[in-house]
């Protein structure tokens, strides 16, 4: 009685999860209003942080809170107090545009979900099911051996993508004077 | 419920979702949004195929990871683009940066 009730509140919080993604996702895209959409992409990460958490990684959890609702959105938010937005007008969409839109991704989402309900999908011979795989000591120890170039690089394409950032929005600053 | 076709199913509906919101948003901040959308529900994949397939738990990890980094990367780009845009067209429409239209 008492682990049934426990595993109940696990799948109604599994399930209102992915409620609190599907919709905050929804209002990412739908709303005119682009304050709303920021907002609603931050639901979305933290809903989609939460159901790396149903897929047992705490660690990328925590970095998708972290990079994603942290950093990301708020870069978001502060691009939107710099350009105004809210205050420009808004020219009416072309309803042929929409409907094809609408049309592109249908197709898509059918196809991908026929794909994976019709696929028989079947793990790995070589699979090893340890929980301890999963550890942070594990993703650093891969970080600095197997994948040290890569990570590399991402570091130099961070370096250049900050100098980069900075030029570009500093130097249409002294063009535009 | 905690198996792979509904991450999956969740993964291709962010992904549709992100694909409209590029297709129909003319102002280039909710475009950036709806590329973040596209990314995360990429990573979902990889987490999920990691969970539950892949004979070494610890790659779709690093992958999602790298992902992260690369996306932190493009928004910083993209919005010093956006900011610098605004600054020339004074609108962030994307259909009003048509300077090189024949």
Not at chain 2, 10 to 20: D, I, P, W, Y
């Amino acid at each position: 009685m008492e682990t049934s009730s426990f595993s109940f509140i696990i799948q109604a919080a599994f399930w209102g999860t992915i409620a609190l993604t599907v919709a905050g996702a929804s209002i990412a895209v739908f709303p005119r209003n682009i304050l709303y959409n920021v907002l609603g992409l931050a639901l979305a990460l933290t809903g989609i942080a939460g159901l790396y958490l149903f897929l047992g990684s705490f660690f990328i959890a925590l970095m998708q809170l972290l990079i994603y609702v942290g950093a990301i959105c708020i870069a978001i938010v502060f691009a939107i107090m710099l350009s105004q937005p809210l205050h420009l007008e808004i020219p009416p969409r072309a309803t042929p545009k929409v409907a094809m839109g609408l049309a592109a991704s249908a197709v898509f989402f059918v196809a991908a979900v026929s794909l994976a309900l019709k696929t028989n999908w079947l793990p790995a011979a070589a699979r090893v099911s340890d929980a301890s795989l999963w550890s942070v000591e594990n993703i650093g120890h891969a970080l600095l051996t197997r994948y040290e170039l890569v990570f590399e690089v991402i570091s130099l394409v961070l370096l250049v993508a900050i100098i980069g950032a900075v030029v570009t929005a500093g130097f249409s600053r002294r063009l535009s004077q | 419920m905690n198996s792979l076709p509904v991450y999956l199913v969740v993964s291709a509906l962010l992904f549709s979702l992100g694909l409209l919101g590029i297709l129909q948003r003319r102002n280039l901040i909710g475009m950036l949004i709806a590329v973040e959308l596209l990314l995360n529900s990429a990573n979902l994949n990889f987490m999920a195929f990691n969970r539950f397939l892949t004979p070494d738990p610890v790659t779709g990890q690093v992958i999602a990871l790298f992902v992260m980094g690369l996306a932190a990367a493009e928004a910083a780009i993209g919005l010093s683009i956006i900011l610098a845009l605004y600054r020339k067209m004074h609108s962030i429409n994307i259909e009003r940066a048509q300077r090189l239209k024949g």
